[in-house]
């Protein structure tokens, strides 16, 4: 199929950015989003043009690196799916794709499509763990029995990859459903209780330092998120920083 | 050098908590004193760095990718093994540890393969404490499933992602650390060389990917936790910018590489489907608990299925060839990856595939579906239930347990594989190779390890299904802590080391010197274009099945291959600021040189053991013939200017537990 593609290219963080234009020609439909950028990059390195940059690595929808907003949309069309799933075939011949990076003032343009999503880690490091060593002296691991349906709801929360297009969807950017599913996941668990509180009132914080905006719950990170995290999440997290604020002991 | 692989004395089961009490241990105060480089986080990189923080050292830990957390473990799919014996079918420690040196074709360390086996309960107790949610019964206790080449259930997982939930697990480890200051953290920072002091790995040269910037890093040990080199093949199902730079710097600078041939083909991936494929995606191997491998027995109908005239559902029962429980009933579907690889190449090259290209086998869930379908009525109370009621609620049920690697199918070849049979080919997944260590996961230079996939230690030949997580976090999290020890606990005087001595100077320099010939070269090729011709030659030679005059051809082959690249490969840009194809380049230079190695290791090796198949040495029913008598040893290479005249040094394995048995699963 012959495509026309609008890329977003810039060539630093403080550089001028623009929508560059480049016809494609003989994509075929098997090939992911991704491979046919590559597809794309070989064709410039022939023509002596510095290739497009843009973040990617697992191509299988689980590192959580690869970003694009496509049409419009982060990850592109299609639900539940990162940009390296995103196949080909859901495009026509003829079609102009428009490809732009994950646009939040949380998330600096690096070069090109490829941004510093580094604002997530420190919302982890804020509290996104329980503190227990790594002596090999835990307790036997079914000493502690987690009801199935938690477990199971843990389990949903924890597979959020990190990739930002919640943030990047949401007209606020916020990044509320990304935090909540890592406080959920431990909420959720009796081995998250006891730094409960402080977790949830830490890593907000650090969230609003970030720069990220607030949630009006609008509910577009839940349609546009990869892995289908719920905003569910968003509501007992809201419940959870309600509680800490009263109870806290700090 | 002699190599020592340093393993205790004593009985087998005692070795590793005898020698664990008898290393040094260095003072809290001197820990302080003591810096440690990490390379790579996934999970044994994550685990180890997190955990060495935890004891007290200086730990800086490096990433190329844009957050630790990204780490290719995150892929891992089915799951994790331990000896915990939950399901009560009479696993323990002695089995997990036998059935890994049988999976791995007795060429691995009974010393090493027995404390893998005793830590992993362990594994299992910490990550539950960590939080990770494991897939759980309805009594809220955790539940466990089978993998090829055992015949117990003693994986534990979290649905078709354990590897995702067991890296963000060590992940907020390692975040805790970074939080408390203990850990410094270089994302986006690549490893371009080892600095070796006075015979000691004493630091790296990373690159700032962002900025271009090289940078000096001292340390008192270096610990590689860096992965496999499977994109040698160009094709494979390790993530894209998964390479061996690190590993094979530390190489070039005395580190032996250790069974570079040893690479497991993966029986269940998604087929090639044209010449732009940039990466192969595995299915898990979980899904051949309930999913039967076959081909039509009869030629003609594949010649039919290939050609678009026959669609698999309608070949009647009696004219399927299930191959596997046809040649392997005792473990039938689940017989190791090596053995399942083989066979399913065997049936297409002998002209039963059944996709376009010839290459592809059915893994089919429509008995399962309906196996699971005729439970469900009896436990839901469904009377007379029909035909359609009985596959929606055996999709239900297969769902449940499979539904994230369905989808992933779909996605990929927009087909249904809940109505249709899911197609498959082996695809390179993981190499058993690598940095030779011995008991204490030292290299041959002091003051370097290699961890998880980075060393060659535990899977020997073949590696089992769900012991790759294993064995990440063990080293990382129960192993290297301590027997690091050894090593640093005679480095407590020695101070912080300096950058600015001429041997950080040198390799500083050798650096620059390699990145400015690229961007200086203004040849006319990209970097793929070498990389992909690479894979070819290695997938075709030194792939599932390899020959002397196929594995000699291919030496000669990547020789010219590499003349040609460093004459005409063409880098953009420049080496100030971000620029991927520059690091491609480098990561393509080394992995070109590897091959090398790899075929060389493949022709020295006069047997057919695990994912190392020599057509010259079969069964008459094309079985693997092992050569006990000559080669049950570690094949370690020494660097001695070109990887063609590497220098063999053979570490002979000794067998004083298990007898050495033709591997048998029929």
Redesign the interface.
Known sequence: MDLTLKIWRQA?PEAKGELKTYPISGV?E???F??ML??L??QL??Q????V?F???????????CSLFINGEAHGPGR??TTC?L?M?EFKSGDTIYIEPFRAKAFPI??DL?V???A??RI???G???????S?N?????A?????EN??R??DA??C??CGACVATCKNSSAMLFASAKIS??SL?P??QPEAKERVLNMVHQMDLEGFGNCTNTGACEVECPKGISLENIARMNRDYLFASFSSNK | MALDSKIPAGPLGEKWTKHKGEIPLVSPANKRLIDVIVVGTGLAGS?AA??LA?MGYNVKAFCF??????A?S??AQGGINAA?N?QNDGDSVYRLFYDTIKGGDYRSREANVHRLAE?SR?I????????V??????????DNRSFGGVQVSRTFY??G?TG??LL?GA???L??Q??KGRVK?Y?RHEMQELVVVGGKARGIIAKNL?TGELERHSAHAILLCTGGYGNVFFLS?N???SNVTAAWKAHRKGAYMANPCFTQIHPTCIPV??E????L??MSESLRNDGRIWVPAKKEDAEAIRAGKLHPNDIAEENRDYYLERRYPAFGNLVPRDVASRAAKERCDAGYGVNKTGEAVYLDFAAAIVRYGKEEALVKGVNNPSDTDIKALGEKVVEAKYGNLF??YE??T?SNPYKEPMMIYPAVHYTMGGLWVDYNLMTSIPGCFALGEANFSDHGANRLGASALMQGLADG??VA?YTVGEFLSKDIRTGAISTDSPEFEEAEKAVRERTDKFINNNGTK?V??FHKRLGKIMWTEVGMARNEKGLKQAIADIQALREEFYADV?V??SAN??N??LDKAGRVADLIELGELMAKDALQRNESCGGHFREEYQSEEGEALRDDKNFAFVSAWEFTGVPAEAKLHKEELTFENVELKTRSYK
Request: charged share 25%; with cysteine.
């Open positions: 630093g075929e098997d090939m992911s991704l491979e590559d597809y990059n070989e390195i022939d002596g043009i510095e290739p940059v973040d990617h690595d697992c191509r299988e929808g689980i590192c959580g690196m539940k799916i799933q196949h075939r690096i070069k490829m510093d999503r580094s997530f880690d982890q490091r804020a996104g763990f329980i503190s227990v060593n790594t090999g835990t307790i036997d691991a079914n502690i029995p987690v009801p199935k477990a199971d843990a389990f924890a597979t990859i990190g996941q431990f668990l081995q998250g | 685990s997190a955990s935890e990718q844009d957050s630790p957390r990204r290719h995150i892929a915990k939950y830590v362990n299992i107790d910490q990550c539950v404490a960590q939080g949610p494991f897939a759980r019964d309805y009594g809220g206790l955790l979290a649905k992602q995702q939930q963000l992940y907020s480890a975040n805790r970074i939080a953290m994302a962002v199902t993530a894209m910018g489907s044209g732009n494929q940039s990466k995606t595995l989808q992933m996605k990929i927009a999290y129960f802590p990209s793929d274009f063409r953009l840009g600021g971000m991927p194809e």
